[in-house]
């Protein structure tokens, strides 16, 4: 075969090789093409509808209470938590190992879990015991088990959950009257589902990793309910006359209204813009009852959002400093206090004009702004120190030392204190305004941030935002008197009067 011969069946193979590629490639474009029109056919021929199944799903938080004090001392361990569909089966709520022992819980109350589930209707509540003994003699003994396998069924009313609501159960357990025969343990547990009296003391704590709000009946210092509301809540409002409490979901940017009165949402704001909400105050209508104008601080985009809770409506976005935090109102003055953590200032808002109209330099990392009288109180995170600013002349009259990284304060008017939380160092600071000194400074937690204060019964509230927990101390004694178990990553609190 000569070199023109050889050329050419070359240039042939490689003809076909290239026609072989062009097939390739037209049936890898014609194929998908040909099954989506197929499908297509089908659909069109069935009625079929390909849909995303969503899950409703609702939170239920399961309390075990005693509700008095008794002379048992009783231990045992709930190795699993079940709850049955009422037209269904059982479901799973927790298998994690819980230790109770009676004389540390006495007249209290601890959380068992906290699960999602499906919404639906439950009738019958199961749980597994182990482990269990009674102190006799200075000497435990064991208590035969509840058959089978240490399984106990409790039964009460009718457990209803809906999408995206949350509700409290509380198992109710007299230890007294629950060893049978001095040797078999028969647990006397009941079934209470949520009822909040609407003319109970109330406190009110949102909790920012569990998308609820925790009621809290301030008489007997324990949880009485939960109410669902949307992603991340964080701060909380009161209205002025306390029947309105506004939620500030921080990752849905809208805000739940919750009615003091019957405790559930009644309704709900959606605002558009802002990045990273985190702080709300808020500038009441005189002439509409629970209304205002609400002032909230968007970490992320460096403005603040005004909202008019009337018409549920965003009114406008305010420019103000970088990385703006805590924002406090004052009404009398018709201003609004914005902390500007990424610039070290102060931004005072016109709340008729919404517009800015003076800019305060401060020390590093302001994070919240306290009002007295005609004096704010700027706490540095960073500095550790607060700054004095007159209200009138919006000139700085002094600066005092806070303790370690102050993050939130809050005054009493019957004390003449500003109670700060030293989020950094687990500690409350009690501050005297009049002569700018700290009296006292208290361990408090590990991660202390919201302040809630009720006067009348002598008790300040404090979030502990590590260890899920509200602490309650005496103003007056100074000392811690209770913990109050709540949901995950508490934040802000407010106390109704």
Avoid at 115 to 124: H, L, P, T, V, W
Avoid at 128 to 133: G, L, V
């Amino acid at each position: 075969m000569n070199r023109s011969q050889k050329l050419e069946v070359r240039s042939q193979k490689l003809e076909v090789r290239r026609q072989k590629s062009e097939v390739c490639l037209l049936s890898s474009v014609l194929c998908p093409l040909v099954f989506c029109f197929l499908l297509l056919i089908l659909i069109s021929c069935t009625g079929m509808k390909i849909e995303r199944e969503e899950v409703s799903e609702g939170t239920l938080v399961f309390y075990l209470y005693l509700p008095n004090s008794n002379q048992q001392d009783i231990n045992f361990t709930i190795e699993k938590i079940e709850i049955k569909q009422r037209d269904g089966g059982w479901i799973k709520l927790s298998e994690k190992p819980f230790v109770i022992r009676s004389l540390d819980i006495a007249k209290d109350q601890v959380l068992l879990t906290e699960s999602n589930i499906m919404e639906g209707e439950y009738d019958r509540v199961m749980i597994r015991i182990s482990n269990a003994s009674v102190r006799r003699n200075e000497k435990f003994h064991t208590l035969a088990l509840p058959q089978p396998n240490g399984e106990v069924e409790l039964k009460g009313d009718i457990i209803s959950i809906g999408s995206s609501e949350s509700r409290a159960i509380f198992l109710t357990w007299e230890p007294d009257k629950s060893v049978s025969n001095n040797y078999l343990f028969s647990p006397s547990i009941t079934i209470e589902s949520q009822r909040v009296s609407p003319k109970t003391l109330l406190l009110y704590v949102a909790n920012s990793g569990s998308n609820y709000v925790s009621v809290v009946d301030r008489f007997e210092n324990r949880v009485v309910g939960v109410i669902g509301v949307e992603k991340n809540p964080t701060s909380l409002v009161l209205s002025q006359e306390q029947e309105r409490l506004y939620v500030l979901n921080s990752r849905s940017n809208s805000i739940s209204i919750i009615d003091t009165s019957q405790d559930f949402v009644r309704d709900r704001i959606q605002f558009s813009s802002g990045i990273e909400p985190v702080e709300m105050a808020m500038i009441p209508y005189s002439d509409r009852r629970n209304h205002g104008k609400l002032y909230i601080t968007n970490r992320g985009s460096n403005d603040v959002t005004a909202i008019d809770t009337f018409m549920k409506s965003q009114i406008k976005s305010v420019r103000v400093g970088n990385a703006p935090l805590g924002v406090s109102a004052n009404p009398e003055r018709q201003e609004v206090y914005v902390a500007n953590s990424g610039s070290n200032s102060i931004s005072v808002i016109d709340s008729i004009t919404d517009e800015v109209k003076a800019t305060i330099n401060v020390d590093r990392t302001p994070v919240d702004v306290v009002v007295v009288r005609n004096n704010i109180y700027v706490l540095n995170a960073e500095s550790d120190s607060i700054t004095i600013i007159d209200t009138v002349t919006k000139t700085i009259k002094g600066r005092i030392q806070a303790g370690i990284n102050p993050r939130k304060g809050i005054y009493s008017e019957k004390y003449n204190r500003i109670y700060l939380s030293n989020y950094g160092v687990g500690q409350v600071s009690f501050l005297i305004p009049s002569s700018a000194v700290i009296t006292r400074s208290i361990n408090a937690g590990s991660k202390p941030i919201g302040l809630a204060i009720d006067e009348g019964r002598n008790h300040l509230y404090i979030t502990d935002y590590s260890s899920n927990r509200v602490i309650l101390i005496n103003p007056v004694s100074e000392v811690v008197e209770k913990i109050i178990i709540v949901g995950k990553k508490p934040y802000g609190i407010v106390s109704v009067k």
